[in-house]
């Protein structure tokens, strides 16, 4: 009798648990609940760009109460999304629940009074980075970003290559002309930055073509490949990793089954009339 008692207290307790599992993890889907979180974060966002003015001391001393209510309210929401996860394993898993986490952890240590405040206020700082974790989309950038970094390392190498080439040929042919941007190698690197963005390009172009009236072309050329060719490069890898991982993303949601494609609704059709020929035979 006391193994079946034990048996149907672990049962009721097993029940219990999944109940309030349940709960929570409602609460953590709740709608309601996200926007609430995310209006925190903002108000905490909004909370850093304030302490940056001149502010009265009460007002000073009201933020800083503030800011450990906002470190309570990021507490319980980590919680409630711990305690709301089906597998517990998993929570930890995923990059942003660990960045959440230690967020608000180190947020919970006081170091406003010692050496390690300007590491205090850095954490508050990045709190904002909450709102990728909370937004779904967001994420879906990010990730993106950071998926095609790997391809895009090699087109930034690829336009090194180009910026160097440029630059030893304008040190070469304007050192004489103007020191101050064409003076060396490293100099001349930041001037072709700035032809490249644009910014006040022509003054530097103008005053080369007194002196090589074909240097127009130097810059023309060194445009087209860096403004416009690798840009469009740029662009496309990150829209086609973008694409990748929102498909990735609809896969997830739909339990890893991808919509049927034409062609393969075309394969079933054409599996289907050959059934019904050899059915026809027979």
């Known amino acids: 009798m006391t193994q079946i008692e034990n048996s149907i207290d672990q049962q009721l307790m097993s029940a219990g648990n999944q109940g309030l599992q349940a ?40 933020m800083t109460v503030l800011d450990w209510a906002i470190t309570l309210i990021f507490l319980a929401e980590i919680t409630v999304r711990f305690l709301g996860e089906p597998n517990k394993k998993r929570f930890f898993g995923k990059f942003w629940n660990i960045f959440d986490t230690l967020i608000v952890v180190i947020s919970l240590i006081p170091v406003e009074d010692s050496e390690l405040a300007i590491v205090g206020r850095l954490v508050r700082i990045f709190r904002v980075l909450r709102m990728v974790s909370m937004i779904p989309e967001l994420r879906v950038l990010l990730n993106s970003l950071v998926k095609a970094l790997p391809q895009l390392s090699y087109v930034m190498l690829l336009m090194f290559i180009i910026f160097y080439i440029y630059a030893a040929v304008g040190s070469t042919f304007f050192h004489a002309i103007n020191p101050d941007l064409w003076g060396d190698i490293s100099i001349s690197l930041l001037t072709l930055f700035r032809v490249m963005t644009f910014e006040d390009w022509t003054d ?79």
């Open 204 to 282: 530097v172009m103008y005053e080369t073509m007194e002196v090589y009236p074909l240097s127009w072309s130097f810059y023309l050329s060194f445009i087209f490949f860096t403004a416009f060719a690798f840009l469009n490069m740029v662009i496309g890898i990150v829209v086609n990793v973008l694409e990748d991982e929102r498909e990735l993303v609809r896969l997830e949601e739909s339990g890893g089954q991808a919509e049927p494609t034409m062609a393969d609704l075309q394969s079933q059709l054409d599996e289907i009339k050959a059934l019904l020929r050899a059915g026809s035979k027979e």
């Open 23 to 62: 709960k929570f993890y409602r609460v953590r889907n709740n709608k309601v609940f996200e926007l609430f979180v995310i209006a925190v974060i903002i108000f905490s966002a909004v909370m850093i760009g304030a302490k940056t003015y001149d502010v009265s001391p009460w007002v000073l001393q009201l």
